[in-house]
């Protein structure tokens, strides 16, 4: 499968650790969604390769949250048929609002299947 270079980027630094990463508030298990900038009505999960990039991100208005990893399995396993019912985009090693490539959930988790290891 030929993926776009950031989405293909992230996919070699997660198929080693069968591991990503989001940025979840502790109190309320509340994850960072917000208004995608590419894909008009749809919201964009942010996601992130490693925990270094994830917690740049914790600061201002999600200084309360904290580096909560997801991994390979647990997505195909839950979050793919939870995220489906919404109109949602996956940001990868996501920067900022303007400098965010973002992939429709089917592309994303297909992706993602393609480095499950199963153990």
């Known amino acids: 499968m030929s993926l ?5 980027q992230f996919i070699k630094h997660v198929e080693t650790t069968q591991t990503f990463y989001g940025l979840q508030e502790p ?6 969604i917000l208004d995608s900038v ?9 996601l992130w390769s490693t925990t270094e990039l994830a917690s740049v991100h914790i600061a201002d208005e ?5 580096v909560a990893p997801i991994t390979v399995a647990d997505w195909l396993e839950f979050w793919v048929e939870d ?9 990868v090693d ?14 994303y988790s297909q992706a993602i299947i393609s480095i499950e290891k199963y153990v």
Do not use: T
Not at 4 to 8: A, D, G, S
Not at 27 to 32: C, I, L, M, R, Y
Not at 38 to 46: G, I, K, L, R, T
């Open 94 to 107: 996501w920067r900022d609002e303007d400098n965010c490539a973002e992939y429709a959930l089917s592309d």
């Open 4 to 8: 776009p270079e950031p989405l293909n």
């Open 62 to 66: 999600w200084a309360d949250y904290v």
């Open 38 to 46: 590419n894909f008009e009505e749809h919201d964009v999960m942010p």
């Open 27 to 32: 109190k309320s298990q509340e994850w960072v």
């Open 83 to 91: 995220l489906s019912n919404d109109p949602m985009v996956i940001g």
